[in-house]
T-cell receptor, first 113, second 113 residues
């Protein structure tokens, strides 16, 4: 059974800093990993999907990497802005097939102006 | 949340009453999911569907039933609501089994008094 852990649970940094959010998973047979953003009281917005063959994916100031051998993924946010404040969730396939994703509990990020 | 509509968005009910949440999609995706999100637990899968009339249980299915009579609708029913079912419920859809690239609805907040 896939288990996903995110560290840290919460993070508060000044605006402009570069930061890294960590995600670890137990099933090294993972074939992709998805990062989501969730604003308070809102649904989940997909940020990046990394296929195991890609190892890395970029979108604007966001860069996500995937290392299956170590069971880790990182989300790098460059030049953070107050608008980046949200909860960031990572998720991997629960077991293949149609049974959805297993989620970490998220990192609650606050960017101080 | 384009293409996925959850209703109702907010509901307050009393213990012991039946509740049905509806997820409607216009994307013609085959796979649909119901998750619940709770503080300290993150997102957990309740039930999922891999086609019309084809459903299966997730991690926290006790006390819940689902039905899918049409591709576009996936209903989640609490036959007799309990206070432990107070939560935010999210519907998600996917068109590619195994890839598990999920798109989420805006959520339904249920309070059971």
């Amino acid at each position: 059974k896939q288990e996903v852990t995110q560290i840290p649970a919460a993070l508060s940094v000044p605006e402009g800093e570069n930061l890294v959010l960590n995600c670890s998973f137990t099933d090294s047979a993972i074939y992709n990993l998805q990062w989501f953003r969730q604003d308070p009281g809102k649904g989940l917005t997909s940020l990046l999907l990394i296929q195991s063959s890609q190892r890395e994916q970029t979108s604007g100031r966001l860069n996500a990497s995937l290392d299956k051998s170590s069971g880790r993924s990182t989300l790098y946010i460059a030049a953070s802005q107050p608008g980046d404040s949200a909860t960031y969730l990572c998720a991997g396939p629960s077991g293949g097939g149609a049974d959805g994703l297993t989620f970490g509990k998220g990192t609650h990020l606050i960017i101080q102006p | 949340d384009a293409g996925i509509t959850q209703s109702p968005r907010h509901k307050v009910t009393e213990t012991g009453t039946p509740v049905t949440l509806r997820c409607h999609q216009t994307e013609n995706h085959r796979y649909m999911y119901w998750y619940r999100q709770d503080p300290g637990h993150g997102l957990r899968l309740i039930h999922y569907s891999y086609g019309v009339k084809d459903t299966d249980k997730g991690e926290v299915s006790d006390g819940y039933s689902v039905s899918r009579s049409k591709t576009e609708d996936f209903l989640l029913t609490l036959e007799s609501a309990t206070s432990s079912q107070t939560s935010v419920y999210f519907c998600a859809i996917s068109d590619i089994s195994g890839a598990n690239v999920l798109t989420f609805g805006a959520g339904s907040r249920l309070t059971v008094l």
